[in-house]
């Protein structure tokens, strides 16, 4: 029996009457969720709230970064939470060299550095590694955790070694070079003997280059040339290599 075209006409209307409640629903129910303080969604699952350095890292630890990355006045409100610097006026030297929201960096988490001019961006991936990379990786590997970055640099006004007109990523401080750590204990563990020395300090340079190319797009180290045969070079562009 064929329906009535009215009463079609009504369960369609019906239909798309109870989908719109759903979807309503849904909508309030996530928007709840992601705003409203009194939510039991976890600050870490939660795309709107701030990033925090020390929270359990997600699949939306990387957007919240990314976010905050593109606000210079944030990255440095961030930095500061697993960071120890002093911010200072940008820097300008000629027309490709410089450094766009400079700090003097002197520590990251638990790990000090020796102090280093670099941007908010590189420093607070670094705090970032640290964090979440480095010392996992030592107290599996040694039983402690490292209490200094040993690193040659981030700034460096000069082109790409070989090339003579295309500039290093150093030029503008989004890269910084890592030569090794100093555990908890005073042992200082350096990658040109590490790479290929005993098998804990192997293991936990290659975790450390691993987990170095989760915070930045590119890291170079022992395996892609001899020039990095003494630090990983760690930089905030690229295309993802990571050797």
Not at 4 to 15: D, E, G, K, Q, W
Not at 30 to 54: G, I, M, Q
Not at 77 to 106: F, H, K, T, W
């Amino acid at each position: 029996m064929k329906a009535h075209p009215a009463m079609t006409a009504f369960r369609v209307v019906l239909s798309i009457l109870s989908a719109t409640v759903a979807f309503a629903a849904v909508a309030f129910g996530v928007h709840w969720a992601f705003t409203d303080p009194s939510s039991p969604l976890p600050r870490e699952w939660n795309p709107l709230r701030e990033l925090v350095v020390t929270d359990p890292v997600t699949p939306v630890t990387h957007f919240k970064l990314r976010r905050v990355l593109d606000d210079p006045d944030i990255c440095l409100q961030v930095l500061a939470q697993g960071g120890r610097y002093q911010s200072m006026p940008p820097l300008v030297e000629g027309e490709r060299c410089g450094i766009a929201n400079r700090v003097d960096l002197s520590g990251v988490g638990a790990a000090r550095l020796r102090a280093v001019e670099t941007s908010c961006e590189t420093a607070l991936r670094v705090a970032m590694w640290e964090q979440h990379g480095v010392q996992p990786a030592a107290e599996a590997h040694f039983g402690q955790g490292v209490k200094e970055l040993r690193h040659i640099g981030s700034y460096n006004c000069r082109p790409i070694r070989g090339a003579r007109t295309r500039m290093s990523t150093h030029a503008t401080a989004a890269s910084i070079d890592i030569r090794g750590v100093v555990l908890a204990d005073g042992t200082r563990i350096d990658l040109l003997s590490g790479w290929t020395g005993p098998p804990a300090q192997k293991a936990f340079f290659q975790e450390l280059r691993d987990s170095g190319c989760q915070w930045f797009s590119t890291v170079l180290g022992p395996e892609y040339n001899a020039l990095h045969a003494d630090h990983f070079h760690m930089q905030n562009n690229g295309w993802g290599t990571c050797r």
